[in-house]
T-cell receptor
C-alpha cells in the first residue's frame, strides 16, 4: 500500500495567493483528517470527514480555509487568500471508521 | 486540551530499553490510550494502542496500570532511529471518537 499521499510536498507562495493542498487517503479508509503543525501551537486538527461528509470543522481557523472531499479517494484543503501566519506543515491522515489514523508526509507551506 | 501529561524530554542509551511514561488520570472507561511518534520532518507514525490490558507489537510494548490512570511505552532495544517526539493520546474508539488531540509529547534522544 502506498500510504497516504500528499501533494505538493513543499509550497512557497506570496501573501494573497490561493493555495490548494491535496490528499489521497489509503484505499479502503473512510475517514480523512486534516491537521496543521506549527512551533507555537503544535499539531492541531482542522477538520475531519467520515464517508466524504465533514463531521467536525471546529478547528478550521477562519473563512479563508475550506476543505472538500468530492470522493473517497481525494480531498483538498484550500486557503484563499493566504497570509504569512498560515505558514506551517499541513498533514493529512486517514483511517477506517475513525480508528487508528495513518498520516501522510505533510506539505510544508511558506507564505511570504 | 490534551488529557495526558508527559515529561518534555528523555535520554536513552542505544541498545537499552526506553521507558516513556504518561499520566492520564481523567481517562474515562471507553477511552483508549494511543501512542504515536514523530521523527523530525516526517508525519506522525502510529505505534500502539490499548484499553486496559498490556499490549505488544513489533515496535513496542504498552503497559497500562490497573486503575488506567497511567501507562508506559517501552521500546525494548532503542536505536538511534528511535529518536523522535513521542505522543501519548487518549481518545474514544470507532464511531465514539475521531479527534487525536496532541499534547507536547516527550522528545526522546537515543545516544550512542
Amino acid at each position: 500500500d502506498a500510504g497516504v499521499i500528499q501533494s505538493p510536498r513543499h509550497e512557497v507562495t506570496e501573501m494573497g495567493q490561493e493555495v490548494t493542498l491535496r490528499c489521497k487517503p489509503i484505499s479502503g479508509h473512510n475517514s480523512l483528517f486534516w491537521y496543521r503543525q506549527t512551533m507555537m501551537r503544535g499539531l492541531e486538527l482542522l477538520i475531519y470527514f467520515n464517508n466524504n461528509v465533514p463531521i467536525d470543522d471546529s478547528g478550521m481557523p477562519e473563512d479563508r480555509f475550506s476543505a472538500k472531499m468530492p470522493n473517497a479517494s481525494f480531498s483538498t484543503l484550500k486557503i484563499q487568500p493566504s497570509e504569512p501566519r498560515d505558514s506551517a506543515v499541513y498533514f493529512c491522515a486517514s483511517s477506517f471508521s475513525t480508528d487508528t489514523q495513518y498520516f501522510g508526509p505533510g506539505t510544508r507551506l511558506t507564505v511570504l | 486540551d490534551a488529557k495526558t501529561t508527559q515529561p518534555p524530554s528523555m535520554d536513552c542509551a542505544e541498545g537499552r530499553a526506553a521507558n516513556l511514561p504518561c499520566n492520564h488520570s481523567t481517562i474515562s472507561g471507553n477511552e483508549y490510550v494511543y501512542w504515536y511518534r514523530q521523527i523530525h520532518s516526517q508525519g506522525p507514525q502510529y505505534i500502539i494502542h490499548g484499553l486496559k490490558n498490556n499490549e505488544t507489537n513489533e515496535m513496542a510494548s504498552l503497559i497500562i496500570t490497573e486503575d488506567r490512570k497511567s501507562s508506559t511505552l517501552i521500546l525494548p532495544h532503542a536505536t538511534l532511529r528511535d529518536t523522535a517526539v513521542y505522543y501519548c493520546i487518549v481518545r474514544g474508539h470507532g464511531n465514539q471518537g475521531g479527534k487525536l488531540i496532541f499534547g507536547q509529547g516527550t522528545e526522546l534522544s537515543v545516544k550512542p
